[in-house]
T-cell receptor, first 116, second 115 residues
Framework: DGGITQSPKYLFRKEGQNVTLSCEQNLNHDAMYWYRQDPGQGLRLIYYSQIVNDFQKGDIAEGYSVSREKKESFPLTVTSAQKNPTAFYLC???????????????FGSGTQLSVL | AQKITQTQPGMFVQEKEAVTLDCTYDTSDPSYGLFWYKQPSSGEMIFLIYQGSYDQQNATEGRYSLNFQKARKSANLVISASQLGDSAMYFCAMREGRAGNQFYFGTGTSLTVIP
């Protein structure tokens, strides 16, 4: 089955530590996204990538980094510079088709990151 | 200015009744797409329904329909015959047609279905 796989489901970070969240898709989608969700809040865009080797900052990119070396993979690193990383992180992908339901976002099941 | 506004933090509905979740949007782009997603307590985001800005008719998907009022820039979700499994967070989102590919999300509405 095609879809988006996020791992791990739960992740704990120590002070000063960098951690990487994995996101893999087999939908052959060009665009991939990382969102952060705080309790009771909506989704805020961290980074997105429209094609391999290219990515753009979203609204809250500070303290995060990404790479897009392969079409299928878009890992997110939460660096020690992110002082409040505790949140639910969602990875998503989409095709670049407009005007139909096909342009919708497909989501992974999320990673809950907590600080020890 | 907020691109997507959902003014109902929480809503309650009796089982088998219909409920409307409000969403207004802000864009100057004539081409855009509107989406509704459901997020149960498990955290997954489930796509419910899509409305394109040029679509003449309101979108429907089973028990879900989208009340699209273009002049008012509103895209309300109507859930008919509510079920206990409909209890979840609901998010409205928009994607503008111009380059950039950003999806904008509202803050969500928590729906509770009462038996």
């Amino acid at each position: 089955d095609g879809g988006i796989t996020q791992s791990p489901k739960y992740l704990f970070r120590k002070e000063g530590q960098n951690v990487t969240l994995s996101c893999e898709q087999n939908l052959n989608h060009d665009a991939m996204y990382w969102y952060r969700q705080d309790p009771g809040q909506g989704l805020r865009l961290i980074y997105y990538s429209q094609i391999v080797n290219d990515f753009q900052k979203g609204d809250i990119a500070e303290g995060y980094s990404v790479s897009r070396e392969k079409k299928e993979s878009f890992p997110l690193t939460v660096t020690s510079a992110q002082k409040n990383p505790t949140a639910f992180y969602l990875c998503a992908s989409s095709i670049d088709e407009r005007g139909t339901t096909n342009e919708k976002l497909f989501f992974g099941s999320g990673t809950q990151l907590s600080v020890l | 200015a907020q691109k997507i506004t959902q003014t109902q933090p929480g809503m309650f509905v009796q089982e088998k009744e219909a409920v409307t979740l409000d969403c207004t949007y802000d864009t100057s782009d004539p081409s855009y797409g509107l989406f509704w997603y459901k997020q149960p307590s498990s955290g997954e985001m489930i796509f419910l329904i899509y409305q394109g800005s040029y679509d003449q008719q309101n979108a429907t998907e089973g028990r879900y329909s989208l009340n699209f009022q273009k002049a008012r820039k509103s895209a309300n979700l109507v859930i008919s015959a509510s079920q206990l499994g409909d209890s979840a967070m609901y998010f409205c989102a928009m994607r503008e047609g111009r380059a950039g590919n950003q999806f904008y999300f509202g803050t969500g509405t928590s729906l509770t279905v009462i038996p």
